[in-house]
């Protein structure tokens, strides 16, 4: 049973314009929600997060959203840049111990198209 | 800066052989992780740490052992590979549990074929 869940793999959008990536969950335990982007050959890097109190979180170009009553987040990129094209993973924790625990989804990767 | 080192980058195992993949971190963080990831898959957790001397199972730990010695080192040993044991493995370290200003950083990555 997936808990994280990325329905789209793919997105392709052109340059300077806006990346929406979404994100859904099934555990209403998690409380937590990060961002994470992943270039070929190389490990995951953080890139934004939003804990379960807020419903929004900006950072730069890049804003995420929770909608807590849909289990819905998304991650806004705008403007889009040729650099931003990557893999993108939703992620989860919880609290307590399972604040130890990251629960991922299967990723969407991202083209920006110069 | 070197953050979290994995080595090897690239390795290929006989069915049967065993061997340690290594992850050291040099960010003082209590805590450390290894996942691997397989394709249309995501990230899934292997095993965890909290502290040196302190490991606990993830989500797929079967066929993996780790230690915690030092707070710097965490080790994940294959005993036995198995192809099915096929796939990238990355480890992650953060300074405490998975909280706001605590986010985990990773590793390059060992890519692991099993034959």
């Known amino acids: 049973d997936q808990q994280v869940k990325q329905n789209s793999p793919s997105l392709s959008v052109q340059e300077g314009r806006i990346s929406i990536l979404n994100c859904d969950y099934t555990?209403?335990?998690?409380?937590?929600f990060l961002w994470y982007k992943k270039y070929p050959a190389e490990g995951p890097t953080f890139l934004i997060s939003?804990?379960?109190?807020?419903d929004k979180n900006e950072d730069g170009r890049f804003t995420v959203f929770l909608n807590k009553s849909a289990k819905h987040l998304s991650l806004h990129i705008v403007p889009s840049q040729p650099g931003d094209s990557a893999v993108y993973f939703c992620?989860?924790?919880?609290?307590?111990?399972?604040?130890?625990?990251?629960?991922f989804g299967k990723g969407t990767k991202l083209s920006v198209i110069p | 800066n070197a953050g979290v080192t994995q080595t090897p980058k690239f390795q290929v195992l006989k069915t049967g052989q065993s061997m340690t993949l290594q992850c050291a971190q040099d960010?003082?963080?209590?805590?450390m992780s290894w996942y691997r990831q397989d394709p249309g898959m995501g990230l899934r957790l292997i095993h965890y740490?909290?502290?040196?001397?302190?490991?606990d199972q993830g989500e797929v730990p079967n066929g993996y052992n780790v230690s915690r010695s030092t707070t710097e080192d965490f080790p994940l040993r294959l005993l036995s590979a198995a192809p099915s044991q096929t796939s990238v493995y990355f480890c992650?370290?953060?300074?405490?549990?998975?909280?706001?200003?605590?986010?985990?950083?990773f590793g390059q990555g060992t890519r692991l074929t099993v034959v």
């Open positions: 992650a370290s953060s300074r405490r549990g998975l909280r706001e200003g605590t986010e985990a950083f």
């Open positions: 555990n209403s335990m998690f409380d937590y």
């Open positions: 939003i804990s379960s109190i807020k």
């Open positions: 992620a989860a924790s919880r609290s307590g111990a399972g604040s130890y625990q990251l629960t």
């Open positions: 960010m003082n963080h209590e805590y």
């Open positions: 740490s909290v502290g040196a001397g302190i490991t």
